[in-house]
């Protein structure tokens, strides 16, 4: 591996700290609440015993202490929590007379934790509460509950799939990264080569221009290690940049060309060392944008202080103009998305929704919806340097359109006396897409859409199939806030995980540029030391022969290689 190579995986805590800390913490909070309002709720509606009131209430107070132990770079106390969450939910189970499906959401979070850090084990909070409760509900007398394995299992699941997505996003920005970042020091190393061998009077042309003084009395002569070194760097380094003489020289013919009033005419006159100045693609066209801004008359002398690697930041002095080139983009990862976690989670609530035990809507209800979220979903991931702004009135316009359907449809085909309220159910996911990207929409859209999700919600009360009460939807309230007040926050960290990310990914690329540019002009120097040495050698052996103005201009030649190599040595 390089030396400045990236990871091929990260820990969730170093790939996206901010959001992963935040998340579950708001999970934990949001989703323990609003049980234990609606526990309360439920004791009160059916006329359980009024202690369970108190006991809601003091489970709310334990719930607040224990979120200190959620939202850490890993679960903390991971049997303590499980034990009490075990307990918990087989005891509340048995304190709303079976209704063990509420009272098992109260495992989710801790489920959502294992599935998200320890991926390998995500089934280990479902099975374990889900088959205590199970077993404690026979004990008392109800029958067996088996949906309270379904939401510690979806959320667990959801952990998994969250971290596999994180990390399978990861290694393809990586790969990417490592691509353009091999190909950046591929040219940093030539430019590096170059700044030392093609400036004028270089070292590389002394030793090409003494090399023939000491050939032509050698009985054997040998040829310059640099004869066609130097040509053939030139080429290779033509094919992936520009030199400044060159990039100037155009853009001076093209512009002299245009208006045959000769006054207003320039020549540039490049510095001998600043015309084999590398050039990117995009920096020569950035310099000509430039140039057509200083819009220079006359004879105007081009320099440049100092080289640096091709596509690093570039200065060029242009008469008194001082120019800055700005560097080429370095890889960035693209930024996150709340959408795709937004429309798989829609694609899951939707097929629930066809559970026995609650809507019971046909299949063909449900799933082509959920169809159609789970390929939104991946659309999401597949293209996610998309614009937010046009991403996001696409995706709220269609999330609209779907939920819509789903509240129509899975209202008019519902098992009527599930005592369920379905119309409702699609807020539960487009909510929190809506909340994720109601920045991102036109000022209008803000305020049409929601419009649009009650015109939905009234749709689905329409083609109900039998009446139902106000108290029951002021108890679903709080379960269709509870996912938007997760998401509340969430997008400015995952927007500061990226700039993280790009920040690290710049820190590489740049050092990565810097350190070939080095080695380049290493490689240069070495081969030039040692071409010295074997000139000095030769130089030795035919001393006695050589006419005394000729030795004296090779030792000079000789000596002005060194201190130039040696002044190198230092830059």
């Not at 690697?309 to 002095?317: C, D, I, R, Y």
């Not at 929704?353 to 809507?359: G, H, M, V």
């Not at 029951?472 to 927007?495: E, K, T």
Request: hydrophobic share 50%; glycine share 8%; proline share 7%.
């Amino acid at each position: 591996m390089a030396d400045w190579d990236l990871p091929r995986d990260l820990d969730l805590d170093r790939l996206v700290p901010r959001s992963s800390s935040h998340f579950p913490r708001q999970v934990f909070r949001s989703v323990r609440l609003v049980t234990r309002l609606i526990e309360t709720l439920t004791v009160i509606h059916n006329g359980y015993p009024k202690p369970l009131v108190l006991a809601a209430v003091c489970c709310a107070a334990l719930d607040l202490r224990l979120g200190s132990y959620s939202g850490r770079s890993r679960p903390r106390r991971l049997a303590f929590r499980l034990l009490l969450d075990t307990v918990d939910v087989a005891l509340w189970s048995i304190a709303l007379h079976g209704a063990a499906d509420v009272a098992a959401v109260v495992a989710t979070p801790l489920a959502f934790e294992v599935g998200l850090w320890y991926g390998r084990w995500f089934a280990l909070a479902p099975a374990v509460v889900g088959t205590a409760t199970m077993i404690t509900l026979r004990l008392a007398g109800y029958p067996p509950a088996p949906l309270v394995y379904l939401w510690p299992a979806v959320w667990a699941a959801a952990g998994v799939l969250m971290a596999l997505v994180l990390r399978a996003r990861w290694r393809g920005e990586a790969r990417s990264a490592r691509d353009a970042i091999e190909a950046a020091v591929g040219q940093a190393e030539l430019s590096g080569q170059n700044s030392v061998a093609m400036g004028a009077d270089s070292v590389v042309d002394l030793l090409i221009r003494t090399n023939p003084l000491i050939a032509a009395y050698e009985a054997a002569p040998r040829p310059s290690p640099f004869s066609g070194w130097k040509a053939e760097l030139a080429e290779a380094c033509s094919r992936q940049a520009t030199y400044l003489g060159v990039a100037l020289t155009r853009w001076q013919r093209l512009y002299n060309s245009r208006s045959p009033d000769l006054s207003a005419d320039v020549e540039l006159e490049v510095a001998s060392r600043a015309g084999t100045l590398l050039l990117s693609p995009g920096q020569a066209q950035r310099l000509q944008e430039m140039l057509e801004g200083l819009a220079p008359r006359g004879t105007v002398r081009v320099d440049v202080p100092r080289q640096g690697p091709v596509g690093a930041e570039q200065t060029v002095m242009v008469g008194a103009a001082r120019l800055v080139i700005p560097a080429d983009r370095a890889p960035r990862p693209r930024p996150l998305q709340i959408a795709p976690f937004a429309l798989g989670a829609g694609a899951i609530l939707t097929l629930v929704q066809s559970l026995p035990q609650w809507e019971a809507a046909p299949l063909w209800t449900t799933v082509p919806l959920a169809l159609v979220l789970t390929v939104g979903c991946w659309l999401c991931l597949a293209r996610p340097g998309q614009d937010p702004m046009r991403m996001a009135r696409r995706l709220v316009v269609a999330g609209l359109a779907i939920g819509a359907a789903d509240a129509v449809l899975t209202s008019a085909f519902m098992r009527p006396d599930s005592g369920r309220l379905p119309f409702l159910f699609f807020l539960q996911w487009f909510g929190p897409l809506f909340v994720a990207h109601v920045a991102d929409l036109p000022r209008w859209q803000r305020g049409l859409v929601p419009v649009g999700a009650v015109a939905a919600v009234a749709a689905g009360m329409l083609a109900m199939p039998r009446d139902f009460t106000l108290i029951a939807v002021l108890m679903a309230v709080p379960w269709l806030a509870n996912p938007i007040f997760m998401v509340m926050g969430l997008r400015r960290l995952m927007a500061a995980d990226s700039s993280d990310l790009r920040a690290e990914m710049e820190r590489v690329h740049n050092g990565a540029v810097k350190e070939g540019f080095s080695r380049g002009r290493r490689l240069v120097v070495r081969l030039t030391t040692e071409a010295v040495q074997q000139l000095r050698d030769r130089y030795g052996g035919v001393r006695e022969s050589l006419p005394a103005d000729i030795a004296a201009e090779i030792e000079r030649r000789l000596d002005e290689v060194g201190a130039l190599l040696a002044a190198l040595g230092t830059d």
